[in-house]
């Protein structure tokens, strides 16, 4: 790996520089996130009945609008796409295009609940869900390409150093978003005349905030690109074909990796868009306070995340840290579905488990990634991955909408009840097929020799 080498003697020898860089995109990616959770809290006012103060979305309107996140990207193969582009045209190019698409779909989205759309349903919709939804949608597109770009950014700084730590933290850093987006968001339409645009549209600002933040990293990459010494072998590694592909699709090490991201995530980020509403039915605690306690896993992984990224980085084990985290899952979920201790501690108790759950596969899963693909490809193989997984974060909302409608919905003479029996047992047959496929990842290391156990300090 050339390149790698040749980074490593420049700019991003220089620890200052490299931190730097990495918290500057990872503020970006935390501004996104915080629009992406946003409305996970809001749903008990998005579906409570217009009489009653709520906007009469039903759930299954909800579950639309929530898998919209990953529509163009998986039907259009945008988010592919994205991938090639960032191979292409470079970290920076890329990043300033996915951070103003993020901008342009939040506003959108912002639009549509800021306003009262009088008519005729359209597909079976709501126009409000559909405009929405479109918001959303773009929104996914500017989001998962941000995603891909800032782990390739960080990983160009980073290889050779404290990759698994660097990237722990941007996961961090991005779970802080989420975090604020489940416990803010409630109280800060609230506090606006139940206002639910209102958290959107600090959402939004966030962003600007984050795309200039962006500029000041291309600033940094193109002094970075400019320190590295040019040589005729360092623009052949460079160089991305279409022909490159071909390694990807054919790694099967690369697409065990990618069918756990899509398993595991469709277990954990679904869930947190249903979870409020759980924490208000099942484990009877009050709408103003409940979205703290899905709260609780973003704010866990802040300080797991990076430890665990840490211990990879020195000691390795990091098929078995997946592994690991694929049971805790499971166990996590059998424990929602289960009829017990249906009290605010107990779910409490089952969160905290869940954070550690979500902070041991990420910070083994994603410098795992580029063991396994070389940089040059590294773009095209997140977009891939990013993508897979963006089918589980459309189609999973969907299932679990129709799931609470039509089975898990119980109309009794005080109003309407929820049972979600059904749909954590859902969350937990996909914790039991993570296990599976980790187990295969880590069969597969051993028989290629990934080094996927090795630490990552060179």
Known sequence: MTVTKNIQKKLSENPTARWSAMVIVSFT?????FITDVMAPLEFMLTKPIAEGGLGWTSSEYGFFSGAYGYINVFLLMLFFGGIILDKCGIRFTGLMSSTLMLAGALLKWYAFSHDFAGNTVMGYHPQVLLASLGFAIFGVGAEITGITVSKAIIKWFTGHEVALALGLQVAMARLGTAAALAFSLPIAQ????????PILLGAALLCIGLLAYIVYCVMDKKLDESIAESSATESDEKFQMKDLKYIFTNKGFWLITLLCLIFYAGVFPFLKFATKLMIYKYNVEPSVAGFIPALLP??????????????????????LMVTGSVLLTIVHTLFALPLLNTWWFAIFIMVILGITFSLVPSA?????????????????YAIIFYIQNIGLSLVPLLIGWVIENYSTIETGTGTTYDYAIPMTIFAIFGAVSILIAMLLKKEDAKKNY?????NMQ
Do not use: H
């Open 29 to 33: 990616m935390m501004c996104g996130y």
């Open 191 to 198: 506090m606006m005349d139940n206002n639910i645009s209102a």
């Open 299 to 320: 704010f866990g992984t802040i300080l797991l995340t990076p430890l665990f990224g840490s211990i990879y980085d020195r000691i390795g084990k990091g098929a078995t």
């Open 365 to 381: 899963m994603w410098p795992s990634v580029p063991k396994i693909i070389p940089m040059k490809q590294l773009g095209s193989a």
């Open 451 to 455: 080094g996927l156990e090795k630490s």
